[in-house]
DNA sequence: TCTGGGATTGCGAACGGTTTTCAGTATGAT
DNA sequence: ATCATACTGAAAACCGTTCGCAATCCCAGA
């Protein structure tokens, strides 16, 4: 069965081989932010024949033809998404390392306009926020030193 | 003569070492936002006996006291700054690489609101604004790809 | 369907920024 | 001044990522 993601790259005019299709298919399936490596890791699961080098250079290739995203959540490492049409930033629970997505067009508002004001015109920008939940925090539980 | 950091070092009681005092200077006299490689440039031409290593282990040791504050501006290298009250962000002039800092509360405001209304309080948070000059972009000057 | 040749792959080595190890040295409390 | 302790330089290790190369695969064209 062909993933929505294997769709966008035929269309594209990429050369589907054995592990794009299953480089798609693991990202078409996912609703997290993998790394590469957990990438990796359920591709292998799909079709053992898969290095990691041919994963680092396929999300290459879709990070570069726009199906896929890069996001930086500030560990070490790139993390990827399906591209979507709808643009959002994250913010991640220091506690648990869960990410919440969320989107406000005020803030990119805003944030056009501070450019703007400086006589700049964006071509990118990044934002993560990063929290512990209200309740948590009123319980006064412990903040185990995190570099966030 | 002591330097701004090097007071600041002292009354958080770090050992003050030949090196720690060289660095301390060399980011007191700085007032842009230099990667550790250029603080050691900088560092050895005051005293040539100072290695990258202390310099990398300074910085650390700098953070942690909150004498100092990493910025990470999306090239693969770590960036300093003298820790300062009033908090600001970046945006980054693709071009030229130029860096101009911006503070904004009703920004700050509305991340807040934004955390809050998920149910999270903020411990931490990133912004970076990635542009180019407005007359420029309406010169119509062609934009070399950067992945910013 | 078969084929040729350029694109892609797996492997391991290389890379760039950063941290660590370890033996020698400097610091500052006494 | 002494001495335990913390710090330093140099080199090796580390970690995520990219690269070089020979072997293999894909697919447009026959
Ligand atoms: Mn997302
Ligand atoms: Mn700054
Ligand atoms: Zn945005
Ligand atoms: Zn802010």
């Known amino acids: 069965m062909t993933s929505r993601l294997e769709a966008l790259c035929m269309e594209k005019g990429l050369k589907m081989t054995g592990q794009r299709r299953v480089i798609s298919q693991v990202l078409s399936e996912a ?9 990796h890791r359920r591709a292998v699961q799909i079709d053992p024949r898969i290095s990691i080098a041919t994963v680092y250079r396929t999300m290459r290739l879709l990070e570069d033809a726009q199906v896929i995203e890069r996001v930086d959540l500030g560990d070490g490492r790139a993390r990827y998404e399906e591209a979507t049409a709808d643009h959002h930033h994250h ?12 989107a406000s067009p005020e803030l990119e508002a805003m944030k056009e ?8 015109k964006i071509v990118g920008h990044r934002l993560e ?3 512990v939940p209200l309740d948590d925090a009123a319980d006064g539980i412990r903040d185990e030193e995190e570099r966030p």
Request: hydrophobic share 35%.
């Open 31 to 39: 609703d997290d932010h993998p790394d590469v490596e957990e990438v």
């Open 91 to 102: 913010l991640i629970d220091t506690r648990t390392g869960r990410i919440i997505e969320f």
């Open 113 to 120: 306009r501070i450019a703007h004001e400086l006589g700049y």
């Open 129 to 131: 926020i990063y929290g």
